[in-house]
């Protein structure tokens, strides 16, 4: 089934047209609303004027995440604060975090892409989701709410966190289908083996899965461990959230609801335009987003497209498996983390030296962070307790500011290398092949 | 019963650690009379008497351990049931708190290093109360 067949499998020409049209529309919109915008564009000597169809899009400016962070909190919104019926944020370095902000609109339009997606895997009204991403600032848990809500499904608002509670509820409440990390599944799939519950009682078909990149064999084990069919759905919180892409019945690329996110892959490198097809850096421009709209946003995300028609009938553009990053930003269990926040974090605790390494892993199939740091001269005492107490202060800011719980490890002066380049920061032992 | 200095000494969970210590200490010629090890999943705290502190105390340092020094008591008593028991029940009545502490015994004569809260404060109940 298709959720919006006009829409879904629009014509490629009318698709242009219609994208033109709504660029046009944004540009003139940006321009007289958000300063931050118009004053790039007299930069660069463009004028609305000059934007006439979609391939002008390539005259625009780009805009990063630290553009984010710099008009933090509400300086790119182009609409006044009475018309924000919602903000989500995603976690920053100390008390920055990006913030984003929906009008009713935005949300409207939400709900129709992940409907969209929902649909695409299979779901439909008779469908009982079990949301398990976590609900909150993070966009995976309301994002995929409203979807359900709006596709006429029956949502359970599980979230995260409470993996006994969650197969229970999917057990009695008879899910049949599942929204989590892939990872996550998979924790729960061996957990689900284990319960004593078999496999006939839950009526689990569809696998919601995003968040994180995952790879074909990850789906392979999940289906095969879970019974279940497993799709990739894409998104991320300064585009809109869970929804901007999403795969269909043959799991070959992922569906960009290009009506409404216009992509692009440019080199990370020249910021030039690469052809379809080339692996580069995803880039989003919001073309009807009312709150916080944005142009040419670099995603920082490796993967190509694909505009050949699709088995499935949808016309929209499929982008490929996230293959990387052009940054150096983790994703772990789902929330991302760039090694500068744990370091804003380290240099404000007087006990430590301003030396870190992070070891990220996968055990059972969960992500695992370690966070070793050095305690200064000076504070090393002769009582565990206090070393203890400190290794657990450290924990408790870093968690607050990353939002994710990192095992602390204490290592003896001198043990993280330091080096007069760029130190490496991080050692990440997962495979995703 | 005297007011002694301890030095301690940060080491990592790992095979071996503590032989790099004990090479440090040979090799400065510094004698250890006394050690306990305290220990985390991750982390161990070896907190020794030795010989030569300062000297220990640079070694160590020189060699990138993360060392301290700390005031603790050597308590020297009889080698007799009830000895230790006298020493506790005096300081528990002062409402002193004990860290830790580590003794061994040969012969006559017992040694035990107690590492209150308050060092000072249970070296003055000691001396006035005289347990042992």
Redesign the interface.
Known sequence: MIWNQPKECMSSADKRRMQGERLRKLVERVYHSVPFYRNKMQQMDVAPRDIRSIDDITRLPFTTKQDLRDNYPYDLFAVPMSEIVRLHASSGTTGKPTVVGYTRGDLAVWSEMTARALTAFGADRNDIVSVGYGYGLFTGGLGLHYGVEHMGGTVIPTSSGNTAKHISLMHDFGATALACTPSYALYLADALRDCGMPREEFALRIGIFGAEPWTENMRREIESKLGIDAYNIYGLSEIMGPGVSYECGFKNGSHIGDDHFFPEIVSPDTLEPLPVGEQGELVFTTLTKEGIPLLRYRTKDLCSLDDTPCECGRTAVRMSRIVGRSDDMLIIRGVNLFPSQVESVILEIEELEPHYLLVVDRVNNLDTLQIQVE?R?GF??????R??ELKRKIAARLQSVLGLAADI???????IARSEGKAKRVIDNRKLV | MKTIKQLSVFIENRTGRINEVTRILEVGGINMSAFSLAETPDFGILRMIVSDVEAAHRALKEAHFGVNVTDVLLVTCANEPGTMHRILEVLAREQVFIEYMYAFSEGEVANVIIRPTDVARAAEILQSHQPC
Do not use: C, F
């Not at chain 1, 090393?380 to 307790?385: F, K």
């Not at chain 1, 490890?409 to 043990?415: A, F, I, Q, S």
């Open positions: 305690v001269d090393y005492s002769d009582e565990i307790n070393m203890v490890r204490l290592v003896e002066p001198g043990t």
